[in-house]
């Protein structure tokens, strides 16, 4: 019952509702038994124009997924993601940046998948999408292990610590924070180091 008043408030499409809606759904879940039951809602307010109602549906996605089980990430979050990630308009892949990292060790098999998609998203033609990577690129790398970090993060980090964006060169800054400490000092001189100094004379 719940799940369909939501649904008919959605197609209002009124802002303020559609965020109360994403805040609610967030608090709501806790008193069903299955968990996963307003996915399908909030994976749609996830593709809002509004950048406020988005990013509520991601916290609420997020604090969600915190109490999913392995089978329940594999079996419906991850294909979520992939799904918002693949969107035909920008407002549902900036979600799927902020999500990544929430499933990325509960994937299983599927960790190559989710890792393959967020590094193709970090490489869009479109600024925002790759400024919302950019902010979720240090979160994401601390759940990768060293080798795969250097393999296949850091071509990527270096790519965007290097973009026409001034925003998104500062965001990856911000990034760099967090790969730091996944490195020994000697390995912060030849993977990240260079990268700092670029910055400074930016």
């Known amino acids: 019952m719940h799940r369909q008043i939501c649904a008919d408030l959605i197609k209002q499409e009124d802002d303020e509702v559609l965020f109360a809606i994403a805040e609610e759904l967030g608090e709501i879940y806790k008193s069903h038994q299955d968990k996963t039951l307003f996915l399908p809602l909030l994976e749609q307010l996830c593709k809002s ?9 991601c ?9 999913c089980t392995e089978a329940e990430h594999q079996n419906q979050l991850v294909p979520l ?12 892949r900036c979600s799927s940046c902020q999500l990544f990292q929430h499933s990325y060790d509960q994937a299983g098999a599927q960790k ?34 060293k080798t795969t970090l250097i393999s296949d993060l850091m071509p990527i980090f270096r790519q ?17 924070i967090k790969i730091a400490t996944k490195f020994s000092k000697e390995e912060n001189q030849v993977h990240t180091l260079g990268t700092l100094l670029a910055a400074a004379e930016d």
């Open 49 to 57: 124009d509004e950048t406020v109602v988005r990013e509520q549906a």
């Open 59 to 67: 916290l609420s996605l997020i604090d969600i997924s915190k109490q």
């Open 81 to 92: 993601i992939i799904r918002l990630a693949q969107s035909e308009w920008f407002t549902g």
């Open 112 to 145: 190559e998948r989710l890792r393959k998609k967020f590094l193709e998203l970090c490489q869009e033609d479109t600024p925002m999408i790759r400024r919302a990577c950019a902010l979720r690129l240090g979160e994401f790398g601390s759940h990768l292990d």
């Open 160 to 176: 965007l610590a290097q973009d026409e964006q001034d925003a998104i060169r500062v965001m990856c800054l911000e990034s760099l």
